[in-house]
Each structure stands twice: as structure tokens, then as C-alpha cells.
């Protein structure tokens, strides 16, 4: 696996969370990788209304204000499709 780091959060202390990478080494499209805040326990539920969570997913919380940082995430990810299937 190799990630192509996008950024994290210009507001974190410690520079260490929350953060965006792509990868673009899956067989099938690239997929954006998310470290973030853990969800709890009132975010999950109310989540889990919407449709049961299997164990190989979390919940993780995003600020908006990362949300440059994952236009830019999303801009790499479909520059590298459309590499893919030139």
C-alpha cells in the first residue's frame, strides 16, 4: 500500500489529528483514508438508525473545516481513476 498524504487538520495541536490520505493502489478505484476523532457513543447510535454498522467499519468525526483538505483528497482520487482507465 502506498498513501499519498494530503493533509491534516491546520488547527491541531501536536500535528497529529485528524488527517486525509489517498490510496490509490486498490484494485478497483482509489479510496480516501480518514484519522479522526472517535464517534461516541450518542453519535453511533443515532448513526446506526440510519443502518447497522458491520465490525469492519468506525464512525470517526471530521471538522468541516478540513473540508479543502478533503476536496483536494478527492480531486487526487479521481485524477488517479481517470489515469487508470485512460
Known amino acids: ?32 483514508i480518514f484519522q479522526g476523532y472517535v464517534a461516541d457513543a450518542a453519535t453511533l447510535a443515532e448513526c446506526e438508525q440510519d443502518g447497522p454498522r458491520p465490525d469492519t467499519e468506525a464512525v470517526i468525526r471530521v471538522p468541516a473545516r478540513m473540508v479543502p483538505l478533503i476536496r483536494e483528497a478527492c480531486d487526487a482520487a479521481e485524477r488517479a481513476q481517470l489515469r487508470s482507465t485512460a
Open 1 to 32: 500500500m502506498a498513501l499519498t498524504f494530503i493533509g491534516i487538520d491546520p488547527e491541531t495541536g501536536g500535528g497529529n489529528c485528524p488527517a486525509v490520505w489517498v490510496d490509490t493502489t486498490t484494485s478497483v478505484e482509489p479510496d480516501l
